[in-house]
């Protein structure tokens, strides 16, 4: 397993379309999280899933914005009639059940994102 | 809710030692985390406290004061790849979703 791995890497879409963000985790972790961060910002919690169930939803994720995780595995990230204020970059972190991942590392490993530009 | 707070910015000379200051309050404590950050690139994994105390890993040290609602960042022999913005990361009591502060934007210079 190399990590967490996000698709696309970058996404270009004009304003009022509708784009989808998937993220693929630690095939071991059971838990998973999107971000969403700015420019001079750190990453604000969006929503998180323990296998295919959505625990906590952030006050900041619009009924504009769903996520899923059907099958405890991947995971996407649909925006819906994207505005200009979407433009950002949407981080996914996996973790798994014990915080403690062994070797001294701790779970929360991040993909490399995927930078949305809403024009 | 949570309060974090951090430094925008700050510099320091290669080969000297920089210490990034946290703040927080949260509901309960679970544990802070310190993740390194290069622009343009994914949070990377630092360090974790949940106890009291100084951890060292290398170059790099974490220290936390549960009563103060304090860590610290400390990086020793600053190398120019150092320049990054560094994360202060608490988990409140029961919660295992990290909020991040804004971070500390570290320039290190000749």
């Known amino acids: 397993d190399t990590g967490v791995s996000q698709d696309p890497r970058h996404k270009i879409t004009k304003r009022g379309q509708n784009v989808t963000f998937r993220c693929d985790p630690i095939?071991?972790?059971?838990?998973l999280y999107w971000y969403r961060q700015t420019l001079g910002q750190g990453p604000e919690f969006l929503t998180y899933?323990?296998?295919?169930?959505?625990?906590?939803k952030s006050r900041l994720l619009s009924d504009r914005f769903s996520a899923e995780r059907p099958k405890g595995s991947f995971s996407t990230l649909e925006i819906q009639r994207t505005e200009q204020g979407d433009s950002a970059m949407y981080l996914c972190?996996?973790?798994?059940?014990?915080?403690?991942?062994?070797?001294?590392?701790?779970?929360?490993?991040f993909g490399s994102g995927t930078r949305l530009t809403v024009v | 809710g949570q309060n974090i707070d951090q430094p925008t910015e700050m510099t320091a000379t290669e080969g000297a030692i920089v210490q990034i200051n946290c703040t927080y309050q949260?509901?309960?404590?679970?544990?802070l985390f310190w993740y390194q950050q290069h622009a343009g690139e994914a949070p990377t994994f630092l360090s974790y406290?949940?106890?009291?105390g100084l951890e060292e890993k290398g170059r790099f040290s974490s220290f936390l004061s549960r009563s103060k609602g304090y860590s610290y960042l400390l990086l020793k022999e600053l190398q120019m790849k150092d320049s990054a913005s560094y994360l202060c990361?608490?988990?409140?009591?029961?919660?295992?979703?990290?909020?991040f502060g804004r971070g500390t934007s570290l320039i290190v210079h000749p």
């Open positions: 972190a996996s973790s798994p059940r014990s915080l403690f991942a062994g070797q001294g590392n701790y779970g929360y490993t």
């Open positions: 406290n949940v106890l009291d």
């Open positions: 095939s071991e972790h059971n838990r």
């Open positions: 899933f323990q296998n295919e169930a959505q625990l906590e």
């Open positions: 949260t509901s309960g404590f679970n544990g």
């Open positions: 990361a608490p988990l409140s009591g029961g919660s295992y979703i990290p909020t």
